[in-house]
Each structure stands twice: as structure tokens, then as C-alpha cells.
Nanobody, 118 residues
Framework: QVQLVESGGGLVQPGGSLRLSCAAS????????MGWYRQAPGKQRELVAT???????NYADSVKGRFTISGDNGKNTVYLQMNSLKPEDTAVYYC????????????WGQGTQVTVSS
């Protein structure tokens, strides 16, 4: 019943920027955390950044200093500002949301492609 809708992916040159957005449709649900993961061909899905309702933020070492996660808890929306993009950032980016009410469950978006290339 919860759907995550992602937007903002696309093609960008190295050094460029993109801003990803993710909105959860279930307005009656409450989430303890939302974040972003990514998966490149031949690699495991990995954490990019997470933001908890308490304001705690975690970043993967590979994106620290370049990416910034932010959110609007009231709107169940999370953003990922990606700067100084590198070809290694090329992947499908997935939005994640962990609910605590009315049930404890993890939800995933369908993914949005980010390609960093000259």
C-alpha cells in the first residue's frame, strides 16, 4: 500500500550534479528512516545515505563530502543532492523507507538510473 516514487535521475558529465527525489505515497504511514541505495552491474546493492526521523545521517565513505541527503518528514519525502559526480557513481539508485507505524516494514522504489559519462 506504500509506494515510493523516485525522480531526478539521468545522464550527467563527470563533475556535474544531480538531485534525486523520493516521495512515499502512504500519508498515514510513519517512517523511522528513509534513504538511498545504489546498485551497479555486477555489484551488490550498497548504502549511499540514510536519514532517520531523529536526524541521524549516515553516508557511504565513497560519497562523503560530495552527496547530501535531506528530507521532509511531514511529507515523507527524501532528497539526495549529488555533486562532483564520478563515473563510479553510475548505478541504479533506489529509494528506501522503513516504517514503524502501522507496521514495521521496508519499502523500495523501482529505481532511477544515474549515468555519469563524458
Amino acid at each position: 500500500q506504500v509506494q515510493l516514487v523516485e525522480s531526478g535521475g539521468g545522464l550527467v558529465q563527470p563533475g556535474g550534479s544531480l538531485r534525486l527525489s523520493c516521495a512515499a505515497s502512504g500519508t498515514t504511514f510513519r517512517f523511522n528512516a528513509m534513504g538511498w541505495y545504489r546498485q551497479a552491474p555486477g555489484k551488490q546493492r550498497e548504502l549511499v545515505a540514510t536519514l532517520t526521523s531523529g536526524g541521524s545521517i549516515n553516508y557511504a565513505d565513497s560519497v562523503k563530502g560530495r552527496f547530501t541527503i535531506s528530507g521532509d518528514n511531514g511529507k515523507n519525502t527524501v532528497y539526495l543532492q549529488m555533486n562532483s559526480l564520478k563515473p563510479e557513481d553510475t548505478a541504479v539508485y533506489y529509494c528506501n523507507a522503513d516504517s514503524w507505524w502501522p507496521k514495521i516494514r521496508a519499502y523500495w522504489g523501482q529505481g532511477t538510473q544515474v549515468t555519469v559519462s563524458s
